[in-house]
């Protein structure tokens, strides 16, 4: 078996965990999320831990069993304590407003981006206004949204500055690169000594 996929799950008691045939639904604090299963997968509830079965040891049926037991997992993590990705805006004069639902960003463009934030997943920007913080139930959703908006503006990798230009995340490490003079100039110092 698969080693990830015959892990059990433990399940908190502020966790509920409903099971209709291939529907699992979790319910805790944060929310309700669900996940059909493919076909032979089978999830059952067993004092207090989550088990998730395969029906035989087919290629297909192996490569699914640890991927929906690691998604039912983080079911069960998400609506328990939630997720959260964190990002950071950098560059002068960059920042981000938060109105209700809409997220403004003035990112270096001739207009402000607006970006309405979808249900579920909550955003919060600090008071400097260069730092989000995405969190959510869903990990998934938090990702995609997490990505969506940085894909506004990327961090840059030719800006001189300390810090990147553009958004990224607090945990990402964006390698900086010479430029063509700077590239240039050496090209031709090394062509130049032969």
Same mark, same amino acid.
């Given at each position: ?6 892990? $059990? ?8 965990? &409903? ?18 299963? $493919? ?39 998400? &609506?328990? &304590? ?5 990002? *950071? ?28 934030? $979808? ?46 230009? #553009? ?12 430029? *063509? ?8 110092? #090394?062509?130049?000594?032969?």
């Amino acid at each position: 078996m698969s080693r990830l996929g015959k892990k $059990p799950i433990p399940v908190s008691d502020k966790v509920k965990v &409903s099971i209709q045939g291939p529907l699992v639904s979790v319910t805790g604090p944060l929310g309700q999320l669900s996940r059909t299963l $493919p076909e032979g997968l089978t999830a059952h509830l067993d004092k207090g831990v989550l088990v998730v079965d395969r029906r035989d040891d087919s290629t297909r049926q192996r490569s699914l069993h640890g991927t929906f037991r690691k998604l039912l997992s983080n079911m069960v993590e998400g &609506s328990l &304590s939630g997720f959260t990705k964190e990002l *950071k805006i950098g560059g002068v004069g960059f920042r981000a407003t938060l109105t209700g639902n809409d997220l403004s960003m003035t990112l270096g463009f001739s207009h402000p981006i607006h970006y309405t934030i $979808p249900a579920g997943i909550k955003v919060t920007v600090d008071a400097k206004q260069t730092g989000l913080v995405v969190q959510g139930a869903d990990k998934e959703r938090v990702g995609q949204v997490a990505a969506e908006i940085r894909r506004f503006r990327r961090p840059g990798v030719y800006w001189a500055n300390n810090e990147p230009v #553009g958004i990224r995340y607090t945990t990402e490490h964006v390698r900086r690169k010479a430029g *063509k003079a700077a590239a240039g100039a050496t090209g031709a110092a #090394g062509g130049a000594k032969k």
